[in-house]
């Protein structure tokens, strides 16, 4: 007896030894990162978050480009090559070329995928389209058509994709509903009704039953008054519709595309917006982040630049609002310089590229105060309110 306690306590007191030579830093030897140090998907994988950038795989070869694509990011988004007129631009002829190329770049980098974009009325083929002008296609063909190429995009990259945006943009905006109310829009709707979106989702389910469904729109990313004019509140009463219906719908992806003129959206809103959507039993996305700026651009001496700050408030309160959602699963921006931002050519209606600088780092790839703010609420948000995400799976 005696013998054995001798030996319990001389092993406590060797381990104890261990343990407080462990804890004194050799000289010159450990320190911690700092956070400021640490890329944004290491500190958001400390919360489970997927930090995300669609990619253009033009890019690619650029080698600052293609470092920071890998090194700050967890998860990819193709900007543009996973698109239908990409992928099929001759009827039955498919090209998987540059798809294949940004699924190589996601896999050697260890990222999950969120592939975009199965059904959308924008980057249609011109066949397609030509056809069901000039009448050689039918609703019936439309719809046969439809079918055919949800599964074959869906079933070439099965077991590949994280998430796919199997809907996208298919509601109107308070601005272009004259019967003064939201409601369906575009070439689908005008031509299969609005079925089309159940059947995409069902279609999608059959050809990987893994892979997380998205419906995603923009201009979702707070609740309005619940009137006939709310967005939000629309495509909130379309999703569930949808789930009571059985129809396999897993997530509801806010784009987030904002503008500074779009005045001032707190943490509170997007938290909300995520938190009533979870209520449906859908994760939810913020699938592309950007925040464009029509904010004063000469500052002078050493005050604030607003530009400046009012991009990263907007980019923060996205972040925060979706890390106090436990079933906020990603977080992507759209583009991640200045130098490779949509918003550089497309006309938001003050004309082309007149919104601008909207991303996390500029065009020669430093990064700006909006980086260091997302990066800061990756570091400094924990319990009590932040909690790590609850993981999605699929609905069968
Ligand atoms: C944009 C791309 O960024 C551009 O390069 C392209 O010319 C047009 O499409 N909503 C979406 C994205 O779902 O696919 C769009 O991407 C941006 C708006």
Known sequence: MRRSRTLIISIAAAAAVALATAAVPAVGGWRSTAPQDQSLRALAGEHGLYIGTAIDVGALDDPTYAKIASTQFSTVTAENVMKWDTLEPERGVYKW???????????????????????????????LTDGVTDGSISSADLSQLLHDYITTVVKHFEGQVWQWDVVNEAVTDSWDSPAGQITYKGFWYQHLGEGYIADAFRWARSADREALLTYNDYNIDAFGDGGPLDKTEFVFQ???????????????????????????????????????????????????????????????????????????????????????????LSYTVWGFDDGHSWTNTWDFGLGKGAERMATLYTADYQPKLAYSAVQADLAYSGAPRVLSRIPQQPKR
Request: charged share 15%.
């Open 97 to 127: 070329e540059l798809a294949d190329e940004f699924m190589a770049f996601a896999k050697a980098n260890h990222q999950k995928v969120r592939g975009h974009v199965l059904v959308w009325q924008n980057q249609l083929p011109k066949w």
């Open 238 to 328: 379309m999703v569930k519709s949808l789930r009571q219906k059985g129809v396999p719908i897993d997530v509801v992806g806010s784009q987030a595309h904002l503008s500074t003129r779009y005045g001032n959206y707190s943490p509170f809103q997007i938290a909300d917006m995520l938190d009533r959507f979870a209520t449906l039993g859908v994760a939810t996305a913020l699938t592309e982040v950007d925040v464009r700026n029509l904010m004063p651009q000469v500052v002078t001496g050493d005050t604030i630049n607003p530009l400046l700050q009012a991009q990263a408030y907007d980019f923060s309160a996205l972040m925060q609002g979706c890390l106090s959602s436990r079933h906020c």
